[in-house]
């Protein structure tokens, strides 16, 4: 129910849906779940714009990720991690989570590697052109 009303862009009504199954996963000692619930709200508060909340929650689903050696749900969060520092700019770091996650796709074999390769692919093109808007300006000063 969380997911509808988060693709739906109910937010908070998301957020209480989540929170309520993340309270249950714990009680169960499930970390798949508490992995998976914490990513999602790491999603919600990402397409919110809250970008330091999704960070800490998707380095908590991360850490659970590790835990249970799950290489295709921590190559996920890399992604979504990925994502969250190319829209806050910070490209360098943004490739470097593109890259291991990639990685990690291409040694699964995983359908995702074309995804996270296309993003790789468009944020070096948009890095090569603010350097080359960079190079210009400079160029027009002297």
Same mark, same amino acid.
């Given at each position: @129910?969380?997911?509808?009303? &988060?693709h /739906? #862009? *109910?937010?908070?009504e998301? +957020?209480k !849906?989540y $929170? %309520?199954? =993340?309270?249950?996963?714990e009680?169960?000692g499930d970390?798949?779940?508490?992995?998976s619930?914490?990513?999602? @709200?790491?999603?919600?508060h &990402?397409? /919110? #714009? *809250?970008?330091?909340?999704a +960070?800490k !929650?998707y $380095? %908590?689903? =991360?850490?659970?990720?590790?835990e249970?050696?799950?290489?295709?749900?921590?190559a996920t969060?890399?992604?979504? @991690?990925?994502?969250?520092?190319?829209?806050?700019?910070?490209?360098?770091?943004?490739?470097?989570?593109?890259?291991t996650?990639?990685?990690?796709?291409?040694?699964?074999?995983s359908?995702?590697?074309e995804?996270?390769?296309?993003?790789i692919e468009?944020?070096e093109?948009?890095?090569?052109?603010?350097?080359?808007?960079k190079k210009?300006?400079w160029?027009k000063?002297?």
């Amino acid at each position: @129910l969380g997911t509808i009303h &988060s693709h /739906q #862009g *109910n937010y908070e009504e998301a +957020v209480k !849906l989540y $929170n %309520q199954s =993340l309270r249950t996963f714990e009680e169960l000692g499930d970390k798949s779940g508490i992995a998976s619930t914490l990513h999602q @709200l790491g999603n919600i508060h &990402s397409h /919110q #714009g *809250n970008y330091e909340e999704a +960070v800490k !929650l998707y $380095n %908590q689903s =991360l850490k659970i990720k590790e835990e249970l050696g799950d290489k295709g749900l921590i190559a996920t969060t890399l992604a979504q @991690l990925g994502t969250i520092h190319e829209e806050k700019e910070e490209h360098e770091l943004a490739l470097q989570f593109y890259f291991t996650a990639f990685k990690v796709f291409d040694i699964l074999g995983s359908p995702y590697r074309e995804l996270v390769q296309k993003n790789i692919e468009r944020l070096e093109g948009k890095m090569r052109e603010k350097e080359e808007k960079k190079k210009k300006k400079w160029w027009k000063i002297f």
